[in-house]
């Protein structure tokens, strides 16, 4: 079975643009979050998306936004592009968003390495 | 929220060595990951454990839960190991983000 695949794997923009991520997650997983990692720390929470509704959101601005679709699969998208804003974004996906099914592992993708000019 | 610190945060060994990483959270939990990332940037699943111990090949793992620490065990370890380990973990209660720690970069070398 394929595992969470993100596209494009390598991305250059300048300040200001905006940039569209996409991810599509393991066949049967319902959850997907969002990751960014700057280099030399560990990823930092963004989104997490169940069901298509956003159910959680870490410490980043505005200018961050998501959406998730009917096929589960998602986008991450980052409008006004900063100097900061480099870093590789991680998709992770697992069964399930709910308290329930809160205790299963997460899985992620390769990722998406932003380059901001 | 909670918090999660790895140690060391930097490892040299030498090819065949043995090394034992840990990871301390501040609260309660019911999911532990533990991620190796390669040079490339792949973060790769290495042990789910909330609690107990696992093993797979020269990998291991223990978390004692009601202590609040987990450790990762290599053995005999091969240049390939190289790259940095997170631990990450999810507070009792909350469905939503993992949290990371700071990592450990472990070098193997020849």
């Known amino acids: 079975d394929a595992g969470v695949t993100q596209s494009p794997t390598h991305l250059i923009k300048t300040r200001g643009q905006q940039v569209t991520l996409r991810c599509s997650p393991i066949?049967?997983?319902?959850?997907v979050s969002w990751y960014q990692q700057v280099l030399g720390q560990g990823p930092q929470f963004i989104f997490q998306?169940?069901?298509?509704?956003?159910?959680g959101r870490g410490n980043f601005p505005d200018r961050f936004s998501a959406r998730q679709f009917p096929n589960y699969s998602s986008e991450l998208n980052v409008n006004a592009l900063l100097l900061g804003d480099s870093a590789l974004y991680l998709c992770a996906s697992s069964f399930g968003g709910s308290l329930t099914y809160s205790n299963q592992p997460q899985h992620f993708g390769d990722g998406t390495r932003l380059s901001i000019l | 929220g909670i918090q999660v610190e790895q140690s060391p945060p930097d490892l040299i060994l030498q090819e065949g060595a043995n090394s034992t990483l840990r990871c301390n959270f501040s609260d309660s939990v019911n999911n532990l990951q533990w991620f190796h990332q390669n040079p490339w940037g792949q973060l790769i699943n290495l042990f789910y454990i909330p609690s107990g111990t696992k093993q797979n090949g020269r990998l291991s793992a223990t978390t004692v839960a009601t202590e609040r620490y987990s450790l990762l065990y290599i053995s005999s370890s091969q240049t390939t190991d190289s790259g940095v380990y997170f631990c990450a973990s999810k507070r009792l209660g909350s469905a939503r983000q993992l949290t990371f720690g700071s990592g450990t970069q472990l070098t193997v070398l020849p």
């Open positions: 066949s049967g997983h319902k959850s």
């Open positions: 998306y169940y069901e298509k509704e956003e159910r």
